[in-house]
């Protein structure tokens, strides 16, 4: 009488392992969760500059068309308090716009860059030109991404 034996060989579960590593690597590859988390950071940089900018324009339809002052290029900063009455605040290179955080009037708080929220820079710089029209960009921006609005 023949013996049946119960189970695997050592070859078919090699065989299903290898099978197994193949698909988790093409799914991983496939899903690339580096470049999803980047894209995702990316557009809440987005949105912050567009809430800085609309700041900046609310502050100034409420203040007889002037902006808040501003050197032409500066990194901004949520913890370095330097004025609240529009004065630029030029410590080590930031500046402080205050007068929108102000009573929370136009922000609640200047946002910061979702990869280093506790960093002395917000990672957004904002610049005017002589023609007064206001750039405010991401510096961190990740996947090779280029991400500024101008108004």
């Not at 991983?28 to 900046?56: C, H, M, Y």
Request: glycine share 6%.
């Amino acid at each position: 009488m023949k013996t049946l034996h119960k189970g695997f060989t050592l070859i078919e579960l090699m065989l299903v392992i290898a099978i197994m590593s193949i698909l988790v690597g093409i799914t991983v590859w496939a899903i690339n969760p580096s470049k999803q988390l980047g894209d995702s950071r990316n557009t809440e940089r987005r949105a912050d500059i567009n809430t800085i900018v609309n700041a900046v324009y609310q502050y100034s339809i409420d203040n007889s068309g002037s902006l808040p002052t501003t050197t032409p290029v500066i990194s901004i900063t949520p913890t370095i308090v330097c004025s609240t009455t529009g004065a630029t605040c030029t410590s080590a290179g930031y500046v402080d716009l205050g007068q929108l955080t102000a009573a929370e009037k136009y922000l609640t708080a200047i946002p910061t860059d979702p990869s280093k929220p506790t960093a002395p820079s917000s990672g957004y710089t904002i610049s005017k030109s002589a023609n007064g029209r206001v750039t405010v960009a991401a510096t961190l921006a990740e996947n090779a991404a280029t991400i500024s609005v101008t108004r």
